[in-house]
């Protein structure tokens, strides 16, 4: 199903105030508009991702992944424009605690169909006070990685900033 995300359908209606389990992140909201600016631009958000009213993409945790140092999310975020020529899928988010002080890096599905994951962006997490039993975590720091470079035409630069994240579980647990 393809969804339009870059006009006023194919959101998901919810109440921003009661945020849903999963990883929420405007990825980058300078692309998004970018975007949306094109007379084809075109976004869908599918297989466990969905969008708000305020183009924040919502990927739900994924159930099956089970790691002390990785959280994983599903779904799949997509841009087109300019007749085909941009394509951008983000899909399958994973993020990966590296070191101490929260450095970790955020993966996704390879775009162009291997099966090694891209490494996309780096940043820093920090654990937060979640709602009722819930966990939560905000990521800061979201720089574009080299190997994420060519997924944007070349137009950004390692180090390019991204648009910061949160992520909210469902039960607390130890930190990694
Ligand atoms: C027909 C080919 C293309 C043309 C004519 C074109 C044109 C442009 C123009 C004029 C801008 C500046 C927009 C602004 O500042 O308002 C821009 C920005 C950008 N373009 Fe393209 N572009 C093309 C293809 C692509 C492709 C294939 C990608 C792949 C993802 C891409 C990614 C970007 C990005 C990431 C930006 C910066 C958005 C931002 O953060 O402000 N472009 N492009």
């Given at each position: 199903m393809i969804s339009d995300v870059?006009?006023?359908?194919?959101?998901?209606?919810?109440?921003?105030?009661?945020p849903l389990p999963g990883l929420r992140w405007p990825i980058k909201r300078s692309f998004v508009n970018y975007v949306r600016s094109l007379a084809d631009g075109q976004g869908s958000a599918t297989h466990g991702a969905s969008v708000s009213d305020s183009m924040e993409f919502t990927y739900e945790i994924d159930p099956d992944f089970s790691s002390i140092n990785e959280w994983r999310f599903r779904g799949d975020v997509r841009f087109a424009g300019h007749a085909g020529l941009l394509f951008v899928r983000i899909a399958d988010p994973g993020i990966r605690v590296l070191g101490d002080e929260g450095v970790a890096e955020l993966t996704v599905v390879d775009p162009y169909g291997s099966d090694t994951r891209l490494k996309l962006v780096t940043l820093r997490v920090l654990a937060q006070d979640g709602p009722g039993d819930t966990e939560a975590w905000v990521g800061s720091d979201v720089r574009l990685c080299a190997d994420g470079v060519e997924l944007f035409n070349d137009v950004y630069q390692p180090g390019e900033q991204f648009d910061s994240l949160e992520f909210l579980l469902g039960r607390r647990r130890q930190t990694p």
């Open positions: 870059t006009g006023d359908s194919g959101k998901d209606g919810r109440d921003e105030a009661s």
